[in-house]
């Protein structure tokens, strides 16, 4: 009997999914999930499960998952922790099987919520373990949850997992040592592995076990703050992506309508971005702060996925936006009234409503089967220059460049090559400190590139400056050859250049600067990386633009008339013109095909013979066709605002944006 009744509540649930009223799954399908957390002391609760239904395509249990409530005392061993899914687990994961909702998962490692006796050597407590001991703890632990995850629920969709969670304070640093403590901020992990190298254990180990699909995330909350912690959590992806453990990062993203600026919540996530990992928004609330209101908070819920879908337009890879909640009165964060939705009714608030306007009703999609099959554009000439990035620092961040050990890079305006900034690489102990920038999208291996750098150093008589590649050979050897090097004295600006390097065959590529002293600081400057033959001059300006032909950086193509199953973001380059409502996202060889941008949504077309080119939408749509002479022709847009693709038949397809 109950039996019975299990099934017809969850076919009732299915019937009220299949209604007709649209939820904010469906206004995003062709950008990311919108995923939720779900609340344990609510499992049951039918009202919460036909909202989570309507407008959810990604669930996160809130404590569940922790380890606190998975990992069983009685008959563990070092080679074989127990674990349990508790009730509260099962009714969330049964729901998501049975309505086909992927599930994030939440977590492994963590410094709170973890039992006691799990640090301890004798397993009640005393002395603690060891690190070899906690290391076979951990790898049972992180093997034994998924399996038992797999057993019981062999047609849910884990689809991420989260890890580690939270090992940096906002400046940076790792947490401090302390002993076991559910509730304390010091962390038992570094006071047994004396420093953070638990967490490219866990990694490995998950990498090891996870279930194919299941993408792997560090994930931390603060992640926004400028004095060091985005540093950190840049410098940690570079390291674990080096050993093709890790897939993206977890921006937790729990704002207030005071802190943090929407600025920097963009630095940070640009920041994210330039790393090249997938991008899930993974415990998203913004309170109302005191003399604020309900209009404040919608209007920066706006300015948040504002940010996130034009960045997803612009090719970053996010593939997943959660909410810690649904209504006000079970957030963490309550007494702010932080979520999308009342506490009376689940009535949609004005931030709701401002975040599902974002959207035209036409860029609508179907939120039960996500496509997020946004064609690639064409081959990737970079700017004017040839430049796929340049960066000069002026805006007093590291535009991307991070520490490789524990040194410090940060903006500086002591010195500078050219304009008024640089960058600053401090507190250096061994050679290989220095500033790492992770190469974009655009780079491919087997494929010639240009690169340069400005570089002084502090110390004292000539020293040997390094410009040198950091990538994961095809068998999986972390490798760090030199691109060129450069003697420079005291006080001097240097430049560090080559107009054709070829990367070598492998993944996960970052170019950084060192120096051959291992206590001496330096600055960099004027940073450029494009295509082959692109130049800077050491004065910070370009040099001659090269010619740009068709092989000078091929990358995947995509017919406008496929989809794609892939929920990455695709590759794209951002050459455009500021002052245009067409934002040119790539383009392709002049002698072939290519679009520009003009004034009065005109699309400026070169072709070199007659043919059709036809526009599509973001969801494959085709919008419009036109017949080209060949050579050069503007044509008028009769389109709304919104993302484009222009396919002229049997060549590449060509992203731009209509706003």
């Given at each position: 009997m109950r039996a019975i009744i299990v099934a017809l509540f969850f076919a009732g649930q299915?019937?009220?999914?299949?209604?007709?009223?649209?939820?904010?799954?469906?206004?995003?399908a062709n950008y990311f999930r919108i995923g939720t957390c779900y609340p344990s002391n609510q499992a049951s609760n039918t009202q919460l499960q036909s909202v989570i239904l309507r407008e959810f395509n990604s669930l996160t249990h809130e404590n569940e998952l922790k380890p606190e409530n998975t990992m069983v005392q009685s008959g563990s061993t070092d080679n074989d922790i127990k674990v349990q899914l508790g009730s509260n687990a099962r009714t969330v994961m049964t729901f998501a099987q049975t309505n086909n909702i992927p599930i994030r998962g939440h977590t492994f490692v963590w410094h709170q919520q973890t039992p006691n006796w799990f640090f301890y050597k004798n397993m009640q407590n005393g002395e603690l373990a060891d690190k070899a001991t906690m290391s076979k703890r951990m790898e049972s632990y992180i093997k034994n949850m998924f399996a038992l995850i797999a057993q019981e629920y062999p047609t849910l969709k884990l689809y991420a997992y989260d890890v580690v969670n939270e090992i940096f304070l906002d400046n940076g640093k790792q947490r401090e040592p302390g002993d076991p403590s559910t509730n304390d901020e010091k962390s038992t992990w570094v006071k047994i592995y004396g420093n953070s190298s638990f967490v490219d254990s866990a990694f490995t180990y998950a990498r090891k076990y996870a279930p194919a699909g299941c993408k792997l995330f560090y994930n931390d909350f603060n992640e926004y703050h400028p004095d060091g912690k985005r540093d950190s959590i840049v410098a940690l992806y570079n390291r674990l992506k080096a050993k093709n453990v890790i897939d993206g990062i977890g921006m937790q993203s729990h704002l207030s309508t005071g802190w943090p600026d929407v600025g920097t919540y963009k630095a940070a996530l640009n920041r994210f971005i330039a790393t090249g990992a997938e991008i899930h928004v993974t415990e998203l609330d913004l309170t109302i702060e005191s003399g604020s209101d309900e209009a404040a908070q919608a209007d920066k819920y706006k300015d948040v996925f504002k940010a996130l879908k034009e960045a997803r337009e612009e090719g970053a890879n996010i593939t997943s936006v959660s909410v810690w909640g649904v209504i006000d009165d079970w957030s963490w964060r309550n007494s702010k009234n932080p979520l999308l939705f009342k506490s009376t009714n689940f009535t949609k608030k004005p931030a709701y409503n401002q975040v599902e306007a974002l959207i035209p009703e036409k860029d609508h999609g179907d939120g039960k089967n996500p496509p997020f099959n946004t064609p690639q554009p064409g081959e990737a000439t970079g700017d004017e220059n040839g430049y796929f990035f340049y960066h000069d620092f002026e805006g007093g961040t590291t535009q991307g460049w991070?520490?490789?050990?524990?040194?410090?890079?940060?903006?500086?305006?002591?010195?500078?090559?050219?304009?008024?900034?640089?960058?600053?690489?401090?507190?250096?102990?061994?050679?290989?400190?220095?500033?790492?920038?992770?190469?974009?999208?655009?780079?491919?291996?087997?494929?010639?590139?240009?690169?340069?750098?400005?570089?002084?150093?502090?110390?004292?008589?000539?020293?040997?400056?390094?410009?040198?590649?950091?990538?994961?050979?095809?068998?999986?050897?972390?490798?760090?050859?030199?691109?060129?090097?450069?003697?420079?004295?005291?006080?001097?600006?240097?430049?560090?250049?080559?107009?054709s390097y070829k990367l070598p065959p492998g993944t996960g590529f970052s170019i950084y600067v060192e120096l051959d002293n291992a206590n001496t600081s330096f600055y960099v400057d004027d940073a450029m990386g494009g295509i082959a033959g692109a130049t800077i001059n050491a004065d910070g300006t370009p040099g001659t633009p090269p010619a740009k032909s068709s092989s000078s950086s091929e990358v995947a193509t995509s017919s406008s008339s496929s989809s794609s199953s892939s929920e990455d973001g695709g590759d794209s380059s951002s050459s455009f013109d500021e002052n245009s409502p067409i934002r040119l996202i790539s383009n392709i060889s002049k002698s072939e095909f290519s679009v520009s941008s003009l004034s009065n949504k005109s699309l400026l077309v070169e072709t070199n013979s007659p043919t059709v080119v036809e526009i599509y939408d973001l969801k494959g749509n085709k919008a419009m066709t036109f017949n080209t002479l060949g050579g050069v022709q503007a044509v008028n847009l009769s389109l709304p605002y919104g993302v484009y693709f222009a396919k002229a038949r049997g060549k590449q397809a060509v992203r731009f944006v209509l706003k």
């Open positions: 299915l019937a009220y999914a299949q209604q007709s009223e649209k939820g904010l799954k469906d206004v995003y991070a520490r490789r050990g524990d040194e410090t890079v940060a903006n500086s305006s002591n010195q500078k090559n050219s304009g008024s900034r640089s960058i600053y690489v401090s507190g250096r102990n061994q050679n290989w400190n220095g500033a790492q920038f992770t190469l974009p999208s655009e780079f491919k291996a087997g494929n010639e590139y240009s690169f340069s750098v400005m570089a002084r150093h502090e110390g004292q008589g000539t020293i040997t400056f390094k410009l040198s590649l950091q990538y994961d050979s095809t068998n999986g050897t972390t490798k760090y050859p030199n691109i060129v090097e450069v003697e420079a004295a005291s006080g001097e600006w240097v430049q560090l250049s080559t107009t």
